[in-house]
């Protein structure tokens, strides 16, 4: 599963439950179509992927009848890689499942020659349907399904101004019911996800959202750029190719740029003012799913219907997605999608438990792992030790002359790389006179609360002897953060939280034994070094 729809779910009820995204920890409240709501939820959105498969099949039949089986094997492989893509994201396929069945009738709605009523009923029975399985975003298939059906067939007025007031008002009914999940009682100005580097925190103008941000917006720029270029450079060649352009190809243009400024190809100060951010702030509920991940969908989607006699293209633009997303690190969808929640969670996970991990410090979760959830880690007590009082030897990959100050008992001092920035090469290590149980590492940043390690690992061996320190080879890891957030703090509740970045304590999972124990920094930045005022140890009192 993408999400934690499994854990809550409950087959034959057809009650609102939370749900939280496995990779961009969107929190919402969801509620499955009463038609499939007794069966399990990998079954209904199996179910939702057939339905996108028929209807996309019978518009393609519908533009061209002459190759069925070319047809055929078209609408089974788009929701194919629509799984390989998304995964069982719960909210995303529910969502998009009625789009080509949607416009399907909406085009014989719009051309019908007699029996306008009997198609009129269609229409509205699909669009209940539709506003079934995607609540409150369902605004997001309507819009998506107009575009089809009038690409395919031009509306005129009148049946257009009919269409959407059959498909219209549902949607603004089902919009209208937009309800909130409970939200933990997080300290004001607090994270739950990684900063997204702009000041202030975006709202809607209309409706109702949480206090703090919930999506990861780092996770989305960096995932969906690469996508999103594909799609853009895919249809804008197209456009400026094809002599006679369809209004799909042009919405799909359009889409696919607004797709592309919503990632990491702009400054985030910028995305938050793009299209997709501003029709966010406007439409209510839409801010609680990323827009990205439904453009991109939708797009291929699009594609399918705008190439489906252009198999060559199609084909072109199906493998290179496939390719990029397989390899491309940052695309973390896929079939590493919810890796952590169907792997690394007790299958026999208790409610205790599963209020913490259904909610928006499911991100801290699955970073730190679910010992953070014990009290009794929650409230264990440490001494800190510095390094002189044991007798260690302190090395390091930079300026070796400053490392007596991190052991001087002076906040105000400090050792430093002293390169104007960080580039992931620094490191310290410390070699102790024998192998001593540890608890963690606390590296105070003193007066320099802007020189925190951007990314952090601590590596270990349990006996040492010469240390090689060009290479420190066959070390452990004892922990290891990619994107330095702060430490692990805690709501009255007990819902982690992350602290300030500029308190770098690290607690490891459990009690670790070492006599050499290397600390790196492994992130990024441009403008600050790293510091450490004091290097302290952690260990039981």
């Known amino acids: 599963m993408a999400d934690t729809a499994f854990l809550n779910f409950i087959p034959g009820e057809t009650v609102w439950f939370p749900i939280v995204h496995a990779s961009h920890n ?109 609540n409150y975003l369902a605004v997001i298939p309507l819009i998506s399904s107009l575009l089809v059906a009038h690409s395919i067939s031009k509306f005129n007025r009148r049946s257009f101004i009919t269409v959407l007031i059959l498909t219209g008002v549902p949607t603004i009914y089902a919009n209208a019911r937009l309800l909130l999940p409970v939200f933990p009682s997080y300290p004001g100005l607090s994270r739950v996800v990684p900063d997204d580097g702009v000041a202030g925190y975006l709202t809607p103008f209309f409706g109702i959202m949480f206090p703090i ?20 450079i895919f249809f804008i060649i197209s456009y400026l190719r094809t002599e006679k352009r369809s209004f799909l190809l042009g919405s799909s243009v ?21 299209p997709l951010s501003t029709l966010t702030r406007v439409v209510p509920g839409l801010m609680l799913s990323p827009l990205a991940c439904f453009s991109c969908a939708i797009l291929l989607i699009f594609a399918f219907v705008v190439y489906q006699k252009d198999l060559k293209t199609l084909i072109a633009l199906c493998l290179l997605l496939t390719f990029v997303t397989y390899n491309d690190s940052t695309f973390d969808l896929g079939l590493k999608n919810g890796k952590y929640i169907n792997n690394k969670l007790p299958k026999d996970i208790g409610s205790d438990l599963r209020d913490y991990v259904v909610s928006p410090s499911l991100h801290i979760i699955e970073e730190r792992g679910t010992h953070i959830l014990d009290k009794n880690f929650q409230a264990k007590k440490y001494k ?22 991190v052991e001087d008992d002076d906040f105000k001092t400090r050792w430093s790389n002293t390169a104007g920035g960080q580039d992931g090469s620094e490191w310290i290590h410390l070699k102790l006179k024998e192998p001593t149980p540890i608890l963690g590492l606390a590296l105070p940043v003193g007066d320099f609360s802007s020189d925190f390690p951007r990314g952090i690992e601590v590596d270990y061996l349990r006996d040492c002897t010469e240390v090689d320190t060009a290479k420190f080879e066959n070390y452990n890891q004892a922990l290891a953060y990619k994107s330095w957030q702060g430490p692990t703090r805690y709501t009255k509740e007990g819902y982690p939280y992350y602290g300030y970045q500029s308190v770098v304590k690290l607690p490891f999972n459990s009690e670790i034994t070492a006599q050499c124990i290397l600390v790196k920094q492994i992130g990024h930045d441009r403008s600050f070094d790293w510091s450490i005022a004091e290097l302290q140890l952690l260990v039981n009192r």
Request: charged fraction near 10%; aromatic fraction near 14%; include cysteine.
């Open 384 to 405: 800190r030790i510095s390094p002189n009082k044991i007798g260690a030897t302190l090395n390091s990959s930079h300026n070796e002359d400053l490392l007596s100050l």
């Open 213 to 232: 941000p919930v999506i990861d917006r780092s996770f989305i720029r960096a995932t969906f750029l690469t996508p999103a270029l594909i799609f853009s």
């Open 26 to 134: 969107a929190f919402l409240y969801w509620r499955m179509d009463t038609w499939f709501s007794f069966l399990p939820v990998k079954s209904i959105l199996l179910i939702y992927l057939g339905i996108l498969a028929t209807g996309l099949f019978a518009i393609f039949q519908h533009k061209s009848s002459q190759d069925p089986l070319r047809n055929l094997l078209l609408a089974i492989t788009c929701p194919i890689l629509l799984l390989y893509l998304f995964n069982f994201d719960t909210v995303l396929l529910s969502s998009i499942s009625w789009i080509p069945w949607l416009s399907y009738m909406m085009i014989r709605f719009s051309t019908a020659q007699k029996n306008h009523l009997l198609w009129g009923f269609i229409l509205l029975l699909v669009t209940a349907r539709m506003v079934k399985a995607s």
């Open 254 to 274: 359009l889409l696919a740029i607004f797709f592309l400024l919503d990632t990491g190809f702009i400054p985030e100060e910028f995305s938050q003012i793009a």
